[in-house]
């Protein structure tokens, strides 16, 4: 179980206030559906946080160095990053000699999923996603960043979120067949409904979130993923990062295990 309350703040009225900025701007550009908007043809979910965390657009799409950032504030740049979060190693590690970086990740803790045709646009299904997004369901994401995560001008911010996700079904695409579902469709996509709250990770100390409660002094990964709910591959990736940021210490091994205890 994680817990997040590790002072962080959220605002749900400035959330509510994105997303009718972004309903203005969907309206305003005569979108029938939900698709891509505003600048470089982003979806509705970094739209939306971009708005979130700066609902002013001229701070938004401006030159940095080589890159284009997201947004640019007196606190430095935020980008937002809905998907790989590999994907945006090297432009981090190009912003970070130079600013101040907040890299924004959402994760999805619930969800609706809206299935429309594709030929004419009406809503064919409403059901309620099974999957919950967790801390430990995004830690590959987080884990690809780990040469940078402990850098005093980084802070990585994960917002929990509940959306609605859209899937067209019945239309021929050229979208590879990972982006498609077992039922055909394809995710066209994902308009968040609301923040539930915020993980923040700007320094060592923060990680201590990741450790799950109950865990006895000593444990390998197999104890960890279970006290954790999770995966043991993602489990293993936690508690590379507890290690990384001094939470944990690797004291022997069980067999071909490791063992590992808190410092």
């Known amino acids: 179980m994680i817990h997040t309350d590790n002072n962080n703040r959220i605002d749900t009225e400035r959330f509510q206030y994105a997303l009718s900025l972004y309903n203005a701007s969907k309206s305003h550009n005569n ?52 998907r790989r979060l590999s994907a945006l190693k090297n432009k981090l590690k190009s912003l970070l000699e130079i600013c101040r970086v907040t890299v924004v990740h959402p994760i999805i803790t619930g969800k609706r999923i809206i299935s429309v045709s594709g030929e004419t646009g009406e809503v064919i299904s409403v059901r309620k996603s099974p999957k919950h997004g967790t801390l430990y369901t995004e830690m590959r994401e987080i884990y690809a960043l780990r040469e940078h995560l402990t850098e005093e001008n980084l802070t990585l911010k994960l917002p929990l979120l509940t959306a609605d996700e859209y899937r067209t079904y019945g239309v021929r695409t050229n979208r590879r067949k990972k ?68 939470h944990l210490l690797h004291c022997g091994k069980e067999g071909n295990a490791r063992i590992y205890s808190p410092t």
């Open 179 to 246: 982006q498609r579902t077992k039922r055909g469709e394809y995710i066209s996509d994902i308009i968040p409904t609301d923040i539930i709250d915020e993980i923040t990770l700007a320094q060592s100390s923060d990680y201590a979130i990741l450790m799950p409660q109950g865990l006895p002094d000593a444990f390998g990964v197999r104890t960890f993923a279970e006290a954790a709910g999770t995966d043991e591959p993602s489990a293993r990736m936690a508690i590379n990062l507890l290690v990384r940021t001094g």
């Open 31 to 82: 979108r029938a559906e939900p698709g891509s908007i505003g600048t470089l043809g982003e979806k509705s979910l970094h739209a939306v946080l971009k708005l979130y965390y700066e609902p002013d657009s001229s701070r938004h799409e401006l030159p940095v160095g080589e890159h284009i950032a997201d947004i640019v504030g007196e606190e430095g740049v935020i980008e937002i990053q809905t």
